[in-house]
């Protein structure tokens, strides 16, 4: 089955260290994503990748680091300059073209105290 | 200002009635995709509909159908015959100007409405 996976789906961390989030997808998508969820809020872009080896700055950025070095995977970092990391965490993945749908992974959610 | 407007934090409905969710969005760009997208409690974002700029139609799909009103800038998304597992968060999303090349896939996310379907 062609799907987007994520793992863990549950994370804790102690503040001050870095975490790396997996994101694999075999959808064969060139684009991939990284979005933010805080409670009762919609999603925030955090960075997003068009093809293997580059990737762009979404709205919040800072405090987040990503690489695609390789088509099927995605992962993001949470360094100890994010200040506020604890939330809900979703990748997506699309075809590259304007009207193509993002499919979503499960999520992992992130608890840092 | 907001580019997506959810103005229903939550919505009630009965079983097998019809619902319609509420979605505003505000772009200069003459080009535009709109997307509606259901995250059941689970947290997994499910794609149910998209609508382009240059539609002529309402987009439909199954019990989905978008109401696109291109000059009040409104996508309001109906959904049919509600069911109980059509209870779930529902968030409008907007992406802007056209795919060329160096294009932009961002997608611009509402706050979400919270829609549950009472038996």
């Known amino acids: 089955d062609g799907g987007i996976t994520q793992s863990p789906k549950y994370l804790f961390r102690k503040e001050g260290q870095n975490v790396t989030l997996s994101c694999e997808q075999n959808?064969?998508?060139?684009?991939m994503y990284w979005y933010r969820q805080d409670p009762g809020q919609g999603l925030r872009l955090i960075y997003y990748?068009?093809?293997?080896?580059?990737?762009q700055k979404g709205d919040i950025a800072e405090g987040y680091s990503v690489s695609r070095e390789k088509k099927e995977s995605f992962p993001l970092t949470v360094t100890s300059a994010q200040k506020n990391p604890t939330a809900f965490y979703l990748c997506a993945s699309s075809l590259r073209g304007f009207a193509y749908e993002q499919y979503f992974g499960p999520g992992t959610r992130l608890t840092v105290t | 200002a907001q580019k997506i407007t959810q103005t229903q934090p939550g919505m009630f409905v009965q079983e097998k009635e019809a619902v319609t969710l509420d979605c505003t969005y505000d772009?200069?760009?003459?080009?535009?995709?709109l997307f509606w997208y259901k995250q059941p409690s689970s947290g997994e974002m499910i794609f149910l509909i998209y609508?382009?700029?240059?539609?002529?139609q309402n987009a439909t799909e199954g019990r989905y159908s978008l109401n696109f009103q291109k000059a009040r800038k409104s996508a309001n998304l109906v959904i049919s015959a509600s069911q109980l597992g059509d209870s779930a968060m529902y968030f409008c999303?907007?992406?802007?100007?056209?795919?060329?090349?160096?294009?932009?896939?961002?997608?611009?996310f509402g706050k979400g409405t919270l829609l549950t379907v009472n038996p």
């Open positions: 999303a907007m992406r802007e100007g056209e795919d060329s090349g160096g294009s932009n896939y961002k997608l611009t």
């Open positions: 609508q382009g700029s240059y539609d002529q």
């Open positions: 959808l064969n998508h060139d684009a």
């Open positions: 772009t200069s760009d003459p080009s535009y995709g």
């Open positions: 990748s068009q093809i293997v080896n580059d990737f």
